[in-house]
Every structure is written in C-alpha cells, then in structure tokens.
C-alpha cells in the first residue's frame, strides 16, 4: 500500500479535475447510448484546417502544449495498451507516440501491451503498481475488467488515467482521447458524400458496429447513428457489431448483402472490419460500386482509400492523443493539476469526468498522403507493389 501521502494527491486531484472541468463553458455530454439522435453536434463538417488536411491539435491541452515547461521529475508512469489485432495503431503509432512524449516530460514510462487478454492486463497493472508507478494510463479491454483494474489501482494509491477508451464506472481522474461522437459523426457526413452515392435519391445502408464492450464504439454508433438517421432518401437495413475483429465483420456483410443485394453504403466502423467488407465486395465484383468508411488510418486502409475501393477513413493522430494524456500524467505524478476544457459523464456512474479531447480528421482520396507524411502510418507499410504509383501520385512524400 502507498503512503496517505500518495492517497490525498490521489484524491486531491481527482476532486480539483473535476472543480475545473464542471467550470468550463465546453462541456461534452457523450453519455447517450448508441443510436441516440440527441447530440446537438450532428452532421458538423471537419473544420477548415482539418478539410486542408493540417494534422488536428488536443482540444483542452495541458500547458506544456502552450509553451510551459512540463517536467515530470523521473517518476514512474505505468501504460497499458489493449491488444495487437483490432487497430495497427496500439503496435505502431501510440507506443512511439507516448515513448517519445515521456521522454520529452522527463517521466520513467513502463509501456506494455495486454494482448487482448483482461486477465493480462491485470497482472502488468498489479506488477506496475508493486514496481511503485504514480501514474496508471490504461486502454480498457472491456469495462467491467478495467474498472476492476482502475479501482484496484486507485487503493493502492496510484492515480489513473483513462486512454482513449473511457472506463464506465472506473472512476479515472482524468479521461484523454478524441471527441469519439465526432468521429462518428464526421464517419456518417463523409459517407453520404462518397462518390457512390452522393446526390442518389434512395440509398439502403448497414451499419457494421465496433464491440459493444468498448464505450467508444457506444459513442461512434451514437455519432453517426444521429446523422445517417436523418439524411433524406437514406434507410437502414441492417445494424449488427463487428466486434472490431474482420472475421466476424466478413460474416456479417455477407448476411446483409445476401438480403440487400442492392446496398448502396456499408457504414464500418473502422478499417479493420472493412477490409474484410472489401474483400467480399470483391468476391462479388462490387467493389468500388458501395461506399464503405472506415477508421483509424491504417496501412490496408489507406492503400483501400488509394485503389478506390474504401471511401475515407478518420485520421487520428497518436501525437494529439498522446501528448496531452503523457503532459497530464507529468502533472498528476508530481501534485499538479492538468488544465481541461471539458467532461464527459461516466454512463454508469452519471458522474463527470474532466476531459482533454483532439479532433478527428477525415481522410479520403483527396488528403490520403496526409497520414503517411506525418509519420503516423509507415510509408514502406502502404507503397509497396502497385501502390507505389498511387502513392506518388496521391503527394506522398
């Protein structure tokens, strides 16, 4: 167990987190479940600097990102990420993202991956906090295990962040990621815009979910559930999870298309699922013909976008998440207090959670180099083969 000491930051700086975030004017209520048309927000078009295709920064960010000096004094600071399969993004970009980021502050990270496993992720929580981490920055597997881990965490002292996933009754001080209701709403503009079926009277859709178990998947489906629900002309007839694994995914599209085999759009929530759509688009020679979204800019995806057959994906850059969240981290471990703008209501619990959220950017045919010459998604991953051309053409770097 950690001293009192520990125990009262703890507590300090959940309770000053909280004062902070319920004063802001920018307050982000994402606690309707999936298909709740309520959010205000629906159908906003990606602002100008991110329609230019300019890399998004963290709304709400720490000081250090204004300028301040953030140093985290060498304390240790314990990262957990979720798996290897559902996105490249937890092999690639965020581990390299957050190592160059603790660096930067001056912070002793221990960043390792639970491979999908809840029971894992437990032991290397439990192992972290022997080791004498301040700081607990955990990507949820599923709620239930990860509030287990985050509660765990907090009575022994440790203070917890919730990364990109919010834990829904974890009770984490402080919750870093995208604005994950406008991913989901840019994903439902973007896709009545695509070439497919921009300007059809009549389009018959599928919404293909992320897992249920993944509070962001909630707020994906609540996003562009409230704008697809309201465009003209546009009907869904079928709606069913992915579970974020392509096999699953594949088998799903197969069911819809065999009962609509005149879908227009296929709504996926991220690349991964929709490579497997693609796939079986292409069995049927209709690839190319259904616009099909995606999510997380990932190496398939992108070479999707370049051969026509993927519509756009959301661009989520690891450095607008990362940075922030290991800025935060520095603050918590040393008595600080991290500047937010807004909350997010846990939907268990009902309580706010202070908040740093990035913005999300589309990425179609148009912008698709943006991604590759930022770094995020690896050039030698993408151009490769019959891509190499398209990528030149496209301004990759």
């Known amino acids: 167990m950690r001293t009192s000491a520990i125990g009262l930051v703890v507590v300090g700086a959940a309770l000053s987190l909280a004062l902070s975030g319920c004063s802001s004017d920018d307050t982000n209520d994402n606690s309707a479940p999936a298909g709740d048309n309520t959010n205000s927000s629906a159908g906003t078009t990606p602002s100008s600097s991110a329609s230019a295709g300019t890399s998004p920064s963290a709304s709400g960010s720490s000081s250090g990102a204004a300028g301040a000096t953030v140093d985290g004094k060498g ?31 001056n912070l002793e990270c221990d960043i390792q991956n639970a491979g999908g496993s809840a029971a894992k992720q437990k032991t290397i ?24 881990i985050l509660q765990e965490a907090k009575q022994n002292g440790v203070i917890t962040i919730d990364y990109d996933r919010l834990t829904p009754g974890g009770g984490a001080a402080l919750y870093v990621s995208f604005d994950n209701t406008k991913v989901g709403e840019l994903q439902g503009k973007a896709l009545t815009e695509c070439p497919q079926v921009k300007g059809k009277p ?30 003209p002309g546009w009907t869904r007839v079928g709606k ?66 370049l ?21 935060a981290a520095a603050k918590l471990a040393n008595g600080e207090i991290p500047q937010t703008t807004q909350t997010i ?18 990425i179609t045919k148009e912008n698709v180099a943006l991604p590759i010459n930022d770094g995020y998604t690896a050039k030698d991953q993408v151009c490769t ?8 053409a496209a301004g990759v770097k």
Do not use: H
């Open 385 to 392: 083969g019959r891509y190499a051309a398209l990528c030149t």
């Open 240 to 305: 069913q999870t992915g579970n974020w694994d392509a096999t699953t995914a594949g088998r799903v599209f197969n069911s819809f298309i065999q009962k609509n085999p005149d879908l227009g759009a296929v709504m996926v929530a991220n690349d991964t699922m929709a490579g497997a759509v693609i796939t079986n688009l292409t069995n049927l020679r209709l690839n190319g013909k259904v616009a099909v979204s995606g999510q997380d800019a990932s190496p398939a995806g992108l070479q999707q976008i």
């Open 345 to 362: 209501k846990d939907p268990k619990t009902g309580q706010d959670v202070p908040a740093i959220l990035a913005e999300p950017v589309v």
């Open 75 to 105: 304390a240790k600071v314990g990262i957990i990420l979720p798996d290897t399969q559902s996105s490249n993004r937890w092999v690639a970009a965020d581990p390299e993202a957050l190592k160059a980021n603790c660096e930067r502050v």
């Open 307 to 327: 051969a026509g057959n993927q519509c756009f994906t959301i661009y989520k850059p690891s450095t607008g998440e990362a940075g922030p969240a290991v800025e």
């Open 202 to 231: 009549a389009v018959k859709y599928v919404d293909i979910d992320g897992a249920p178990t993944d509070n962001n998947a909630t707020l994906f489906a609540q996003g562009y559930d409230s704008v697809l629900g309201k465009t």
């Open 125 to 148: 929580a439990q192992q972290m906090a022997a080791g004498g981490v301040k700081v607990l920055m955990l990507v949820n597997l599923d709620a239930a295990s990860g509030a287990t």
